[in-house]
């Protein structure tokens, strides 16, 4: 069933205050600016939002604009950190598969690159939807797995990281016991490995958008390269 909850919140401790505190990726960066777009799509300031496995609480200070914010990851060392530098969101710590939330209680569910970390995927999603009012959207990020499996060399996990990639298809299956797709996307053209490199290499993409913009980028992006899959869902009625 993967690694224990302990070694996973000793790992992700560790990996925030290496990472998260100190600044956002190239990826981070693309999904934040899509998911405060398709917020803005919504047309509400008075949302109730939770962000689950939201590590060093990076986003939250742009969903406050959004409504009342609840968020949740593992590690009450780094949820302290976060409490003091955002102090109007509420932070939860804890595993989120054992904590309480009401059914029904929120508006939106945001949650960027945690699918990929927990051992039972269908039963976090259908957790996703139980949170969620009927209709509620729920805004999730995930790794795209032909692209980190083919284009680039990503280290070997370590202990207390769970890794499980998903595929457009199997994020789609997924998703549909629960939530009709509203839109997807595939993010962040990245590759480190072989001759990946010579399409969408950081250097070789640097180049060209820097004669064309983001037009070789979004190109990549619809042939499926894009390091992040990206979704907009509904919770269905009943």
Known sequence: MGEPIALQKAYWTEWNAANRERGLSEISQDQRDLALAWLERL???????????CGAGWLCPALEAFGQVTATDLSEEVLERAQKRVPGVRFVPGDF???????????????????????????????LARLLRTNGALILATQNRPVLERMNDVAPTEPGQLRRWVDRDELTALLAPHFEIDEIKCMTPIAGKGLWRLVAGRKVRGVVRRL???????????????????????????
């Open 43 to 53: 047309g509400r300031k008075d949302l109730s939002i939770i962000e689950v496995g």
């Open 97 to 127: 598969m054992a904590l309480d939330f009401p059914d029904g209680g929120f508006d939106v569910v945001v949650t960027l690159e945690m699918l990929a970390h927990v051992a039972d995927q269908p039963a976090f999603i259908a957790k």
């Open 212 to 238: 064309i913009g983001r037009v070789y980028d979004r190109s990549l992006e619809r042939l499926g390269l894009g390091w992040t899959l990206m979704v907009l869902a509904r919770k269905r009625a009943g």
